[in-house]
């Protein structure tokens, strides 16, 4: 067939039994046993060397070659690679420019089993402008003519061909994210939501293209057709007699425009017109202001909690929701009422932005942010880390500057305590990370509560003091690889024993630096050396840990830290004196038998060790 039509390229009777012959193959190819031998036997690359011939005679081969390759690479990765090698994807590309429905239908069917797990394919379309024409086909006035199953099909190939990194910008340029917001609103306003499918595959796009894009989330945000998005999750419901698929189907929709939505808040470019854009701003305010209103749905709260969240990424906007709008107070409002995950998670996610600046924190805490989320930091809730990770986050900020708002726990009969519920928090949870951010509220604390002297700065110092505090900060020392984290836990603990305690405190206080130490768990599998290293220094006591940062000639370790392990070391053997401790001569025996005077040691650092070997005599 190839030798007659290259003959006599203009002969319909050629064109007519090439085109039999291709349909013959397309339909036996619908058989899942045949496509293989098919594909060795050559009859794709046949297929691919009629179909460059064509011309106006061979438009009905066209068609029928489409459905070949269709029907070949369903399934099959091989046939699919045959295709890739035929450099014939600029050719079936060119059916999508095509004035012909028919061809173009099948264009899109025919791409879209070749670019399902092929790479190659992906990357061939978009290196021949295929995304470019594909996007000409999203237009509502497809919709009008009756091009329905086009552009559906269009859009669900452009899910497929969007994982290529080439093709997200290729998307979102000329206005193309406002291209697909368009077809959106047609597709709510105008059909009605009669085609769900097709919404989902919108929906999937812009909330890749908008995760992924820059340019793409700067040029939504400036759009008017941005609104469009808010309109829907606000507005737009499905039909009464929908079913359970339907329903299912049109929640995760609006699940992938409120992600949509919030990634448009990432853009810096985003970050002063957004929130300048009264418009936007009242509405995520009213969202949130509602919890009480049946009309404000789960997406709606997620996405204005998100969304103000992402724009509270300056001072000048954290201070101005809080210092104008009060938004603090809905917010915690939301937090106590939602049982959504995704509301908590948003809710508590604001909260830490808005925690940042200086000026919200009296507000903040004043408003009952502590004891509003620290009931997420139970047992039952532990299966929700990131919003336990940002509430430990919150109480961190918190604690910081006023003791009066640090230590408003606002307890009740029978409640557990903040402070408590971050102790038990600490006691429990094995992951590192959380254990020690968890710790530094206590560090924050201590801190808070030594640099004042009112009433409420004595009260906090009093349930300070625990040995249970002691026991948290002490591993924070031993475990963590930071010095930076390792002096805040020097640091606390030596305003702890500053502090005029009972003598029953002082006691059990003194024993947790010499009790036996079992492995710690942050210990992980590295270089055998290396591994080696860390489980000994994991067994280490805690006055042996702090005569290591002492003496240990470490250069990541400052001087300043190696101070203040002498001055917390000198302030224990003072109080263990004080109270006749049974460990004060095992405490003293450890410091002068393991720290000698050294004139490499900065001069500061010898006249602490000094002291310190002074209290020791």
Same mark, same amino acid.
């Given at each position: 067939?190839?030798?007659?039509?290259?003959a006599?390229?203009?002969?319909?009777?050629?064109?007519?039994?090439?085109?039999?012959?291709?349909?013959?193959?397309?339909?036996?190819?619908?058989?899942?046993?045949?496509?293989?031998?098919?594909?060795?036997?050559g009859?794709?690359?046949?297929?691919?060397?009629?179909?460059?011939?064509?011309?106006?005679?061979?438009?009905?081969?066209v068609?029928?070659?489409?459905?070949?390759f269709?029907?070949?690479?369903?399934?099959?990765?091989?046939?699919?690679?045959?295709?890739?090698?035929?450099?014939?994807?600029?050719?079936?590309?060119?059916?999508?420019?095509?004035?012909?429905?028919?061809?173009?239908?099948?264009?899109?069917?025919?791409?879209?089993?070749?670019?399902?797990d092929?790479?190659?394919?992906q990357?061939?379309?978009?290196?021949?402008?295929?995304?470019?024409?594909?996007?000409?086909?999203?237009?509502?006035?497809?919709?009008?003519?009756?091009e329905?199953?086009?552009?559906?099909?269009a859009?669900?190939?452009?899910?497929?061909?969007?994982?290529?990194?080439?093709?997200?910008?290729?998307?979102?340029?000329?206005?193309?994210?406002?291209?697909?917001?368009?077809?959106?609103?047609?597709?709510?306003t105008v059909?009605?939501?009669?085609?769900?499918?097709?919404?989902?595959?919108?929906?999937?796009?812009?909330?890749?293209?908008?995760a992924?894009?820059?340019?793409a989330?700067?040029?939504?945000?400036?759009?008017?057709?941005?609104?469009?998005?808010?309109?829907?999750?606000?507005?737009?419901?499905?039909?009464d007699?929908?079913?359970?698929?339907?329903?299912k189907?049109?929640?995760?929709?609006?699940?992938?425009?409120?992600?949509?939505?919030?990634?448009?808040?990432?853009?810096?470019?985003?970050?002063?017109?957004?929130y300048?854009?009264?418009?936007?701003l009242?509405?995520?305010l009213?969202?949130?202001?509602?919890?009480?209103?049946?009309?404000?749905?789960?997406?709606?709260?997620?996405?204005?909690?998100?969304?103000?969240?992402?724009?509270?990424?300056?001072?000048?906007?954290?201070?101005?929701?809080?210092?104008?709008?009060?938004?603090?107070?809905?917010?915690?409002?939301?937090?106590?009422?939602t049982?959504?995950?995704?509301?908590?998670?948003?809710v508590?996610?604001?909260?830490?932005?808005?925690?940042?600046?200086k000026?919200?924190?009296?507000?903040?805490?004043?408003?009952?942010?502590?004891?509003?989320?620290?009931?997420?930091?139970?047992?039952?809730k532990?299966?929700?880390?990131?919003?336990?990770?940002?509430?430990?986050?919150?109480?961190k900020?918190?604690?910081?500057?006023?003791?009066e708002?640090?230590?408003?726990?606002?307890?009740?009969?029978?409640?557990?305590?903040p402070?408590?519920?971050v102790?038990?928090?600490?006691?429990?949870?094995?992951?590192v #990370? &959380? @254990?020690?951010?968890?710790t530094?509220? %206590?560090?924050? !604390?201590?801190?808070?509560?030594?640099? +004042?002297? *009112?009433?409420?700065?004595?009260?906090?110092?009093?349930?300070?003091c625990?040995v249970?505090?002691?026991?948290?900060?002490?591993?924070?020392?031993?475990s963590?690889?930071?010095?930076?984290?390792?002096?805040?836990?020097?640091?606390?603990?030596?305003?702890?024993?500053?502090?005029?305690?009972?003598?029953?405190?002082?006691q059990?206080?003194?024993?947790?630096?010499?009790?036996?130490?079992e492995?710690?768990?942050?210990?992980?599998?590295?270089?055998?050396?290396?591994?080696s290293?860390?489980?000994?220094?994991?067994?280490?006591?805690l006055?042996?840990?702090?005569?290591?940062?002492?003496?240990?000639?470490?250069?990541?370790?400052?001087?300043?830290?190696?101070?203040?392990a002498?001055?917390?070391?000198?302030?224990t053997?003072? #109080? &263990? @004196?004080?109270v006749q401790?049974?460990? %004060?001569?095992? !405490?003293?025996?450890?410091?002068?038998? +393991?720290? *000698?005077?050294?004139?490499?040691?900065?001069?500061?650092?010898q006249?602490?060790?000094?002291q310190?070997?002074?209290?020791?005599?």
């Open positions: 067939a190839k030798e007659q039509i290259s006599d390229p203009h002969n319909d009777e050629y064109w007519n039994n090439a085109s039999k012959l291709a349909e013959l193959c397309a339909n036996a190819a619908r058989d899942q046993r045949t496509r293989g031998p098919l594909g060795k036997a009859v794709i690359q046949s297929i691919a060397a009629i179909m460059r011939l064509a011309n106006t005679e061979g438009k009905d081969y068609i029928q070659a489409l459905r070949s269709a029907n070949l690479c369903f399934d099959e990765d091989e046939n699919r690679k045959l295709v890739a090698e035929s450099e014939l994807i600029p050719t079936i590309v060119e059916g999508l420019s095509s004035k012909n429905p028919s061809l173009v239908r099948t264009t899109c069917g025919a791409l879209m089993n070749l670019c399902i092929s790479d190659v394919i990357e061939q379309v978009c290196d021949c402008n295929g995304v470019k024409a594909l996007m000409s086909l999203l237009e509502p006035a497809q919709m009008d003519h009756g329905d199953a086009m552009v559906n099909t859009a669900k190939l452009l899910t497929i061909i969007q994982e290529n990194e080439k093709a997200v910008p290729q998307i979102a340029a000329e206005e193309g994210v406002s291209k697909l917001i368009d077809l959106v609103r047609y597709s709510w059909d009605k939501l009669e085609d769900l499918d097709l919404l989902e595959y919108l929906s999937e796009i812009l909330q890749h293209v908008l992924e894009n820059e340019y989330q700067a040029s939504a945000g400036k759009s008017l057709s941005f609104i469009t998005l808010l309109d829907f999750i606000e507005q737009a419901e499905i039909a007699d929908a079913d359970e698929e339907e329903q189907q049109f929640d995760q929709i609006c699940k992938c425009f409120v992600k949509a939505i919030v990634d448009v808040s990432l853009a810096d470019d985003n970050l002063n017109h957004l300048e854009n009264e418009s936007v009242n509405r995520y009213k969202w949130i202001e509602n919890a009480d209103d049946e009309s404000v749905t789960s997406d709606m709260q997620t996405c204005a909690a998100l969304s103000l969240g992402n724009l509270a990424r300056t001072d000048e906007h954290c201070v101005d929701l809080v210092q104008k709008y009060h938004v603090e107070i809905p917010l915690l409002r939301l937090l106590k009422k049982t959504d995950l995704r509301v908590q998670h948003a508590v996610s604001i909260l830490k932005n808005l925690s940042l600046p000026q919200n924190k009296q507000n903040i805490g004043a408003a009952g942010a502590i004891q509003a989320v620290a009931p997420y930091l139970d047992a039952s532990d299966m929700l880390k990131p919003v336990q990770f940002a509430v430990i986050g919150i109480l900020l918190l604690a910081v500057g006023d003791a708002t640090s230590s408003n726990e606002g307890e009740e009969s029978g409640t557990i305590s402070l408590d519920r102790v038990e928090f600490i006691q429990r949870v094995d992951d #990370a &959380a @254990k020690s951010e968890a530094r509220v %206590l560090v924050n !604390l201590i801190k808070t509560a030594w640099s +004042q002297e *009112n009433v409420s700065s004595v009260v906090l110092r009093e349930r300070l625990s249970q505090i002691v026991k948290a900060l002490a591993a924070l020392i031993r963590s690889k930071f010095s930076i984290l390792q002096n805040e836990g020097i640091i606390a603990l030596t305003l702890l024993f500053t502090q005029e305690n009972s003598d029953a405190f002082i059990d206080g003194l024993a947790v630096f010499v009790a036996p130490e492995s710690l768990s942050h210990v992980t599998d590295e270089s055998t050396e290396t591994q290293e860390e489980l000994e220094k994991a067994t280490l006591n006055l042996q840990v702090l005569l290591r940062i002492i003496i240990e000639n470490d250069a990541q370790m400052p001087d300043q830290v190696r101070c203040n002498c001055v917390l070391l000198e302030r053997i003072i #109080a &263990a @004196k004080k401790s049974d460990n %004060l001569q095992l !405490l003293k025996d450890q410091v002068l038998e +393991q720290i *000698n005077d050294n004139n490499a040691l900065s001069s500061s650092l006249d602490r060790i000094a310190l070997r002074l209290a020791s005599s």
